[in-house]
């Protein structure tokens, strides 16, 4: 059973080796972090390895959730880190590890859904991953040799969380914003891109890869509600009705 | 030849596998520290292990001065450090990473020469060592699980060093880019207002009003780039349109 304690999911993305993953398990689990879900293992799921390595956080790994992809892993979340470089040319929030810790601490004391993604050791995150998280967690590295491991930036996030809650009980805010989950900005950037695709918007066609994630990141970086939503999809659907009119 | 920045040397007390001592440089380095100290390794000097293992800091492993005991590895210096779990029987000050770097950092500037010792692997540091360190650095780790391994306590003293030399939220914000100023929020607002009126959003009548207010509110409250205002004008140009096209 993972701890009572609120506190953000580890979301591991496509991972390789099963090193790693046990390595991350005891990174978290040495900051008592024990919710780690998993997508699309490389080696497949459970892995041997990854056992052997986690020893005494093993149990995180038996707990581990194991998605197919990035969307359905951060589906049920109303707020999303990517731990990556700062991506170019993507407009995105940038906050160092303790920033985002406390920014994660708040956003848990209201109510709210947290992840933080991870990339895959080699390639590191790819866009359209990067594309789906509210903001960046970007760790101070010498520029000069910014090479962290998996393990070893999910160490550091989670020592940042613990700073954060160490010594401090935290208590849940009963007051729950009715904030969108990430599941229905999903929605929501597929209904728009459907139907601005079927309107000719993604022109001319060697840009709409790009424009399309280009309006994903902006939907994903909002901070939308409920309402907020709800009253997007009414918008496009009165368009197309327009138009449907003549 | 090390970094002309004064800084923090890292002693490593008898360290055993040279996959850790490798491990540590590349900690150290990655947080732009790049004086290390080596007390008797187990295995001997150079060390194969410890090379490979280093890859892009093993300038640090040339670099690094070896002695044979502790006193001499710190004979140079004003003030040392002694990372380990809390001692019993020894009365010591005992800091957090972030209190201690804080600490060295002040200490740095007064022309103190400061030192961190790190124990070996497997047995942790000795009393006698810990007897001759000025202060205690205790990683806050969760008590059911506190085994941080040598490297993994290099990179947390590595990372607190530069969060202190490096001001790292004053990045915070410069990679966000180009903030729409309140003006072309408005242009937005009226321009989605408009087209949205004549598509017959605002229904009934009586919600008009209300309609409206929520969704300026909307666009007000959304942290928008100049990209972003562009490309949601952009996506009503094209639904009208495709509107016109019939």
Redesign the interface.
Known sequence: MPSAQLQPAFVLIRPQMGENIGAAA??M????LDRMRIIDPRDGWPNQKAVAMAS??GRLLDEAQIFDDTAAAIADCDYVYATTA?PRGL??????P??AMQDARARIGQGQKVAVMFGPERSGMENDDIARANA?I?????P?????NLA?CV??TG?EW??EV?DVDASRVDAVGDWAEQIEIEKLSDH?ED??Q????FYPEHKAEN?KM??RN?WS???MTR??VQ?LH??MR??V???ER?
Chains 1, 2 share one sequence.
Do not use: C, H
Not at 91 to 96: A, E, F, G, I, M
């Open positions: 005891r990174g689990w040495n900051f008592g005494g956080a700062r407009t995105k929030l940038v906050l160092s303790e920033a960046i970007s760790v101070p590295v010498n000069d040799f910014p090479s962290l070893q160490l550091l020592y613990r700073r160490v728009y139907r601005l079927e309107a000719g918007f424009m280009n309006l902006m970086r909002m901070p309402a907020d009253m009414g918008m009165q368009m009705r327009w138009k003549g």
